[in-house]
């Protein structure tokens, strides 16, 4: 079975090692970002099963991340999970609008970032069986 | 008070004592000529005696009555006259009973009217004191203050208001054809806050913000309005005061705590985040390389010195706002301090692409300066470089001793500061609108620390900037701070 592909936009580089080495470590396949419009690229480049983005990045926000992801019908689906620090309250019909289920408060354990990343890519492949690759190619 | 002598012409009293005595006289000499038929000889002796008496009861009873006389006089003068003058109540100059009661009238009625003069004189200029002082107040508030009716026609103001919301010329400065919202059409929020600015039904006291334009910066007015006096129920209406105060720098103040919260948040919270991450990705790790834990323990470890940091610079900051920051000065090699300063920034230089260099010229003398906060002063100009400055730009570190002072220049390739906001740089909580900067964290208080530091040296920091070319930071320290070693 292929390893599932997660995009992880963080522009703190030494949170983002971290959630490589975890995420690489649960047999993922890791490719990372440091700001939305780089994690856009990826996307475009290839693939993915699950998008993991910060909210406070430079450049392309996190949630216009979101935004510029379900502009694109083929990814309407896509699961995201969004992290965001916490008090940072973000407006639920934004949330609901952008298709994000739920957000993940830092700090956070490593385990529970793996364990939810898992349970996006699972539910995926569960509710949509053709892959991204598919449709799109 | 001039006593006046007795002068006995013209009295009214003294005009009837004459009159009496002629009639008096007029009688003897009736009787007289009676008895002058009875014989020629005694009516001479009779008519020469009655005389006689007459003149002397005449002179007589003009001395005994000469203070009536004049008391009497006084008293028709003060009839005929319109006005009661203290000159006209003098006391009369005589021994005798009536002259005394007349003086003691006299007295009592000039104090009394001395008083009354006094009491009104004194009434009078508090009066007008205390209306001009109330001008005076009211003109010199830093509020606008504006009387208006229910209609909202403007029914006074005072001075202070015309620094705050210029006289609209239009309407030739006539108050009376002004209504209370015009002062604020050009305000950015008019449309929204026009059911406020005209509501006067509702008599309870009102507060709202009016803002010059769509940032704080461009001035902020706290509009309140309180109810005078409520018109009879007949008129309808009320009399409403309301108070115009400048509250921009106020607001830009609470905008620049939460700013600086929000930030000093942020930088707490990165170290934080990373280290839980790291000591929970080694504890759940179940394999884990030699290599890879060493490599997980140093990120703990310079993460918590940059946690450290954040912590010393959050303490330097409560220091400098409680204006209690002191030095501890001790003799520093410039050499050294330079080298400190390095080793504090090369974490910073790992995350981008930049040039740096230092220069250093030899045989400097050292200073009697707090080597830590002028190390975290150059440190924080060091990080405004590095931070402002886009990969493949350069950074630069100049010492220099120049006769009358020891200068550190800070020089940098970034995108520089716009002319208008270099006076504001040292403002604690102030950060630049350029929208360059608006991913890049920063509390806004470096620059602030850093002056003081240089403040409380003696020295300065001048500044020199371009935009989109670089600035150039230069810590100015006294050259009484160097400490000349014999070479």
């Given amino acids: 079975m292929k390893p599932y592909r997660v995009i992880v936009a963080e522009d703190n580089r030494v949170l983002q090692d971290v959630i490589r080495f975890n995420l690489a470590r649960a047999g993922f396949e890791v490719r990372t970002a440091v700001e939305g419009a780089q994690a856009l690229r990826l996307l475009e480049e290839q693939p993915a099963d699950v998008i993991v983005t910060d909210c406070q990045m430079p450049g392309m926000s996190g949630l216009e991340l979101c935004a510029a992801i379900r502009s694109h019908a083929i990814y309407s689906n896509l699961p995201i999970l969004f992290c965001s620090a916490k008090g940072l309250e973000i407006e639920p019909e934004t949330l609901e609008k952008l298709r994000l289920p739920e957000v993940l408060c830092k700090p956070f354990s490593p385990r529970s970032l793996v364990e939810k990343v898992q349970a996006l890519a699972e539910s995926r492949s569960e509710s949509a069986p053709s892959t991204v690759t598919e449709l799109v190619h | ?487």
């Fill in chain 2, 1 to 487: 008070m001039s006593a006046a002598s007795i002068n006995n012409s013209g009295s009214p009293l003294l005009r009837n004592a004459i009159a009496l005595h002629a009639a008096f006289g007029l009688t003897g000499l009736l009787i007289a000529a009676g008895f002058s038929s009875l014989g020629q000889g005694y009516a001479i002796w009779l008519f020469s005696a009655l005389m006689a008496f007459i003149l002397v009861g005449s002179r007589l009873m003009q001395k005994r009555l000469a203070t009536s006389i004049e008391i009497d006089r006084r008293l028709n003068l003060l009839a005929d006259c319109h006005e009661i003058r203290t000159e006209s109540l003098s006391p009369v100059i005589a021994r005798d009973h009536a002259a005394q009661g007349w003086n003691r009238l006299v007295e009592t009625a000039i104090v009394q009217r001395l008083l009354d003069q006094a009491d009104s004189s004194l009434h009078e200029s508090t009066e007008t004191g205390n209306d001009s002082l109330i001008n005076r107040i009211v003109n010199i508030l830093n509020d606008g203050l504006v009387v208006a009716d229910s209609s909202g026609t403007v029914l006074w103001r005072n001075d202070s208001l015309n620094a705050l919301l210029p006289t609209d010329q239009s309407h030739d400065g006539q108050p009376g054809l002004l209504h209370f919202h015009e002062f604020f059409r050009t305000f950015e929020n008019f449309d929204e806050q026009i059911a406020a600015l005209t509501d006067t039904r509702t008599l309870a006291p009102v507060a709202f913000e009016m803002y010059r334009g769509e940032t704080t910066n461009e001035g902020v007015l706290r509009i309140s309005r309180q109810c005078l006096a409520e018109n009879e129920r007949s008129h309808g209406g009320a009399t409403f005061l309301w108070t115009i105060r400048d509250v921009t720098q106020q607001k830009l103040a609470l905008e620049m705590r939460d700013c600086f919260v929000s930030a000093a948040t942020h930088e707490l919270r990165t170290p934080l985040c990373n280290i839980r991450a790291y000591a929970e990705t080694l504890i759940a790790a179940e394999q884990i390389n030699a290599e890879e834990e060493r490599q997980f323990l140093n990120v703990i470890l310079s993460e918590a010195g940059r946690l450290e940091r954040t912590i010393d610079n959050l303490l330097n900051i409560s220091h400098m706002q409680a204006g209690g920051m002191t030095l501890d000065r001790h003799e520093t090699q410039i050499e050294r301090l330079v080298n400190e300063v390095q080793e504090t920034i090369r974490p910073l230089f790992e995350k981008k692409t930049l040039n740096f260099e230092t220069l250093v010229p030899p045989r400097l003398p050292d200073l009697n300066v707090d080597k830590n906060k002028l190390a975290a002063a150059l440190v924080n100009l060091l990080g405004n470089a590095i931070k402002y400055t886009p990969d493949g730009g350069c950074v630069r570190l100049e010492a220099e001793f120049e006769g009358s002072e020891i200068r550190f220049h800070v020089e940098d390739t970034g995108i520089g500061i716009a002319e208008e906001e270099i006076p504001r740089l040292f403002e604690r909580f102030f950060r630049s609108s350029d929208p360059r900067i608006n991913d890049i964290q920063g509390t806004g208080l470096g620059l602030a620390f850093s002056h003081d530091v240089a403040r409380l040296h003696g020295g300065r920091i001048d500044v020199a900037s371009e935009l989109n070319k670089g600035s150039r930071f230069s810590l100015i320290l006294p050259a009484s701070l160097a400490r000349l070693t014999p070479s």
